[in-house]
C-alpha cells in the first residue's frame, strides 16, 4: 500500500457490512487508527484480521494527530476508523484528515454503511434532498432554538439522537414544528432493528412503559409552504406503522 491516511467506513451494526475494499486496507495497513479500539478489535477478530491498533477519540484527537502525521511521514499507511459509519461524520476524525491536508499528505476514502443515508431509504420521504442536522444540542433553550431553524426546510431532516433523550426530542419536535410526519430508525441492521413512521406523540405512545435503548436515528418530513408537514400524517401511506427486521450482527 502507498503511504497515506486511508478513512474506511466500518459497519453501524451488523459486523458482516463492511466492504471488500475495507478489509483489504484493515489487513495491510501498517496502522489502524481507532476511536475505541475494543471495538474496532472486534470486528477486526470477526474478519481474522491482525490487531495493529492506536487509539484516537475525542478526548486525545488533538495530542494523537501529530504522532499519526509522522508515521505517514515515514511511508506508513494508517487507516482511519470509528465505532461505526464514517470518520468525521458525528464522529471524531476531521481533525486528523484536516491536518494531514494541511501537511500535504495523501488522503483518501473507503465508503461504507452510513445510518443517515439508511434512514433516508427506510423513511419514504424523498432523498432528492435533505438537511442533515446530527446530534441536537443537549441544553433545553439551544435544542429549541436548533429545531426552530430547522422548522421550515422543504427538504426531509435526519438527527441523531440519544436514547435517554428520544421522548424529550419528540415531544419538542412536535412542540415547535406540529404534527409532522417522523421516522424513528433504532438500532439499524442490528437484531433488534426497529422502523417505526407516525406523528411525535404516536411513535411516544409507542415507546410508553419501554425503556429506550439502542442507538436512533430521526428523520422529520419536510416542510410546506405554510410550514407545516408537506405530507399528510391522515394519508394511509404515511399513517403510524412499525417494522423490526431480524438478524445478526
Not at 60 to 70: F, G, P, Q, W
Not at 180 to 209: D, S, W
Not at 231 to 243: I, N, Y
Request: hydrophobic share 40%; proline share 7%; with cysteine.
Amino acid at each position: 500500500m502507498n503511504p497515506g491516511l486511508y478513512i474506511v467506513g466500518t459497519p453501524i451494526g451488523n459486523l458482516q457490512d463492511i466492504t471488500l475494499r475495507a478489509l483489504d486496507v484493515l489487513r495491510q495497513a501498517n496502522l489502524v487508527v481507532a476511536e475505541d479500539t475494543r471495538h474496532t478489535r472486534k470486528l477486526m477478530e470477526r474478519h481474522g484480521i491482525p490487531a495493529r491498533l492506536f487509539s484516537c477519540h475525542r478526548f486525545n484527537e488533538a495530542s494523537r494527530t501529530e504522532t499519526i502525521l509522522e508515521r505517514i511521514r515515514a511511508g506508513a499507511a494508517v487507516a482511519l476508523v470509528t465505532d461505526s459509519g464514517m470518520p468525521g461524520v458525528s464522529d471524531p476524525g476531521s481533525r486528523v484528515v484536516a491536518a494531514c491536508h494541511a501537511a500535504g499528505l495523501p488522503v483518501t476514502c473507503l465508503p461504507g454503511p452510513s445510518a443517515v443515508t439508511a434512514a433516508l431509504a427506510l423513511c419514504g420521504m424523498g432523498g432528492a434532498a435533505f438537511s442533515f442536522a446530527g446530534f441536537l444540542p443537549r441544553k433545553p433553550g439551544a435544542r429549541r432554538r436548533r429545531l426552530q431553524e430547522l422548522a421550515t426546510r422543504d427538504e426531509p431532516v435526519v438527527f441523531f439522537e440519544s436514547p435517554y433523550r428520544l421522548l424529550r426530542t419528540l415531544e419538542e419536535i412536535e412542540e415547535v414544528m406540529g404534527p409532522r410526519r417522523v421516522y424513528l430508525g433504532r438500532e439499524l441492521t442490528k437484531q433488534f432493528e426497529e422502523n417505526r413512521v407516525g406523528t411525535p406523540l404516536e411513535i411516544r405512545a409507542a415507546f410508553a412503559g419501554r425503556a429506550v435503548k439502542g442507538e436512533i436515528v430521526l428523520v422529520v418530513s419536510p416542510a410546506g409552504k405554510d410550514g407545516k408537514d408537506s405530507v399528510s400524517v391522515e394519508d394511509p401511506a404515511s399513517g403510524p406503522k412499525a417494522g423490526r427486521v431480524q438478524g445478526k450482527s
